[in-house]
Nanobody
């Protein structure tokens, strides 16, 4: 199972970015996909998650109301729409997938998000 994340970049505070993460899971069933982030000098932290069936979502308090997670079931892809970005959102964002059939967790390579003040 491989995860390919994209969509990071440099944006000014108040701006928006959309991250994507495609999972090449063949016929394996994904049960959950999520986004985590890690800022310099800090531990990796949870940002948001979405379950495949049903589509239930969860958000860290720090991003509620600003970020929206969604998924395309047919494409095994998860998106993170990030609006009203703040400098403290600056981090490397990692996508994660829990594959039900393999009972294992997989991580993408990370994509850099930089928000300038």
């Amino acid at each position: 199972v491989q995860l390919q994340a994209s969509g990071g970049g440099l944006v000014q505070a108040g701006g928006s970015l959309r991250l994507s993460c495609a999972a090449s899971a063949r016929t394996y069933r994904i049960s959950t996909m999520a986004w985590f982030r890690q800022a310099p000098g800090k531990e990796r932290e949870f940002v948001s998650a979405i379950s495949w069936h049903p589509s239930l979502t969860n958000y860290a308090d720090s991003v509620k109301g600003r970020f929206t997670i969604s998924r395309d079931y047919a494409k095994n892809t998860v998106y993170l729409q990030m609006d009203v970005l703040k400098p403290e959102d600056t981090a490397v964002y990692y996508c994660m997938a829990y594959v039900h059939d393999l009972m294992d967790t997989y991580w993408g390579q990370g994509t850099q998000v930089t928000v300038s003040s």
